[in-house]
């Protein structure tokens, strides 16, 4: 008799690292052969990978003005998927803190002091009030809040575009694309690298420890796994839906407003660079774990970067795309293999 796979209901940690670490080598063998398939020498690109990521000061730097981003909206989604809800307008919602945060900076004049906590509280709510209609249609009408928060990405996108080009373009350089130089930004604590990056490191680590600790995360995951047994028990499920998706508006407009006013200092088209986008991919590797946001974040921080590098040696962007899917693709399913294990068939009584 055949041998037949098991799946197992649940994995420990260590079988879930052991999985993706091979994962990501197979991944790193089919790039090799197709890297030098194409003529190219894998040994010297590696090098070049490591040595211009974590073998420099300037590339820690980038990797942690990679993950600054990546760790609130990978946060912001992993929030909403223990209510069992998917915010994939982490984008819109980024957007939106930007144009908060630059409103008060370009036009309200005032120390760095006072300027920056109005410009993180003008994008949190931003963000919040970007949010606000699919949370309510999710929690009062069961409006799948997929469609409501995607299609909003493409409206706030639009918006900044317009914002950065129009009423508010650059009038003393008159460039076109983008606004003017905020006269106030996150100062730097090492290289180039914003308070942004310790900041948002504790909001995650918070973040873990409400979700962990506190009566409140356990009614959330509660209400992610069961809602009829989380209104049984008395737990106000439509008042922690609100709370869960405004607080993911909130941490990713919070990201925009780190991203504008510690690294890109104006408000301009493309100023999300997908971060969003990502921030469901972390989310996804997370696996709803906000202390796995980390390393998840990290992960997704280095590949971004390796693929700049690879870039600089005239490979195509598509070609890096292809890398980088074809990485997160064997991590997932790594994760979904790591649940099965071979059981062999059970010997037949003797008549």
Request: aromatic content about 8%; proline content about 5%; hydrophobic content about 55%.
């Amino acid at each position: 008799m055949a041998t037949r796979l098991q799946r197992l209901p649940t994995i420990s940690p260590a079988r879930r690292l052991a999985w993706r670490a091979g994962a990501i080598l197979a991944a790193l063998l089919v790039t090799t052969l197709f890297l030098a398939a194409s003529g190219r020498d894998p040994r010297l690109l590696a090098d070049l990978v490591v040595r211009s990521t974590v073998g420099s000061r300037f590339g820690l730097e980038d990797l942690a003005l990679f993950m600054t981003p990546l760790m609130l909206t990978g946060a912001a989604v992993t929030i909403t998927s223990r209510i069992g809800i998917w915010n994939i307008g982490a984008e819109g919602q980024f957007y939106a803190g930007a144009i908060g945060a630059a409103a008060i900076g370009l036009f309200l004049p005032g120390p760095a002091i006072v300027i920056l906590p109005l410009m993180a509280l003008a994008g949190i709510l931003c963000g919040m009030g970007w949010i606000l209609i699919p949370t309510l249609a999710r929690a009062y009408a069961g409006v799948n809040e997929i469609i409501t928060t995607l299609l909003l990405n493409f409206v706030a996108a639009l918006l900044t575009s317009y914002l950065a080009v129009g009423p508010w373009h650059d009038r003393v350089t008159g460039a076109l694309a983008s606004t003017g130089r905020l006269p106030v930004q996150i100062p730097e604590f090492w290289g180039a690298v914003h308070w942004g990056f310790p900041l948002a490191l504790a909001i995650v680590l918070a973040l873990a420890l409400l979700m962990a600790r506190t009566g409140w995360g356990y009614q959330v995951t509660i209400s992610g796994a069961n809602d009829q047994a989380a209104r049984y028990a008395g737990i106000p499920v439509r008042a922690r839906i609100i709370a869960v998706m405004l607080a993911s508006g909130g941490l990713a407009a919070l990201a925009g407003v780190f991203e504008l006013a510690g690294t890109v200092h104006r408000l301009q088209g493309g100023l999300a660079n997908n971060f969003g986008y990502f921030g469901i991919v972390v989310a996804v590797l997370a696996r709803g774990s906000c202390l796995n946001v980390l390393p998840a974040a990290l992960l997704m921080a280095f590949i971004l970067d390796s693929g700049i590098v690879l870039q600089t040696q005239q490979l195509t962007a598509s070609t890096v795309l292809a890398i980088t899917g074809l990485v997160l693709f064997l991590i997932a399913l790594g994760d979904e293999l790591a649940h099965y294990r071979p059981v062999a068939p059970r010997a037949e009584p003797t008549p």
